[in-house]
């Protein structure tokens, strides 16, 4: 399995554009995850789906932040207008039973 | 909300020397995780642990879990230079799908 996939892996981009990050996770695992990496915040959880349905949205931290799943191969993140104070590095995680496999991330730079 | 404590923030060690990071939640966890992440890498899940009390070894790693299930500890006896990296603690809570990291310890090792 070549793991949890996601693109792009780096991404800039200027204030007030739209940015749409993609995963796909292992083929399978029934939970997705989409993370944020800063250095101030650390590891936040912004949204998890299971089987494909929305469970948790409460870690999105605002409207301009959109989330889907619209199979099990694919989830996007998008992020509409993006801010300075967005740049951060998004992971992706799928799950089935127990732990995390994680993707390599999207470093995202809004300039 | 659930939180999720960890220390230090921040180790150097000479190469040799043991290691360890303490992690402590507000609440009492279903089980906690522990992943590694290498500098630009993404966290790789390292070990879980559900029992209370429950102590588990890999090579020179021993990761513990608390009587009460509140807290753990991971151990690194001998450090190498290939232990660089920051680890991470994430715990969940019974029933909960959702794993909460703490801000992780950032370990150094000097050769």
């Known amino acids: 399995d070549a793991g949890v996939i996601q693109s792009p892996r780096h991404e800039v981009t200027e204030m007030g554009q739209e940015v749409t990050l993609r995963c796909k996770p292992i083929?399978?695992?029934?939970?997705l995850f989409w993370y944020r990496q800063t250095m101030m915040r650390g590891l936040e959880l912004l949204i998890y789906?299971?089987?494909?349905?929305?469970?948790?949205d409460s870690g999105m931290p605002e409207d301009r932040f959109s989330a889907k799943m619209p199979n099990a191969s694919f989830s996007t993140l998008k992020i509409q207008p993006s801010e300075p104070r967005d740049s951060a590095v998004y992971f992706c995680?799928?799950?089935?039973?127990?732990?995390?496999?994680f993707g390599s991330g999207t470093r995202l730079t809004v300039v | 909300g659930q939180q999720v404590m960890q220390i230090p923030q921040y180790q150097h060690v000479q190469e040799g020397e043991d290691f360890t990071t303490y992690c402590n939640s507000s609440?009492?966890?279903?089980?906690i995780q522990w992943y590694k992440q290498r500098p630009g890498g993404h966290p790789v899940f390292l070990i879980q642990?559900?029992?209370?009390?429950e102590v588990k070894k890999q090579k020179r790693l021993t990761f513990q879990f608390g009587e009460a299930k509140k807290n753990s500890s991971l151990h690194i006896t001998a450090t190498q230079t290939t232990d660089v990296g920051t680890y991470f603690c994430?715990?969940?809570?019974?029933?909960?799908?959702?794993?909460?990291f703490g801000a992780g310890t950032i370990l150094r090792v000097k050769s």
């Open positions: 995680a799928s799950k089935d039973r127990g732990s995390y496999t």
């Open positions: 083929s399978g695992h029934d939970y």
């Open positions: 789906f299971n089987n494909n349905v929305p469970i948790d």
């Open positions: 609440t009492t966890l279903s089980n």
């Open positions: 642990l559900v029992k209370s009390g």
């Open positions: 994430a715990g969940s809570l019974k029933g909960g799908n959702k794993l909460v």
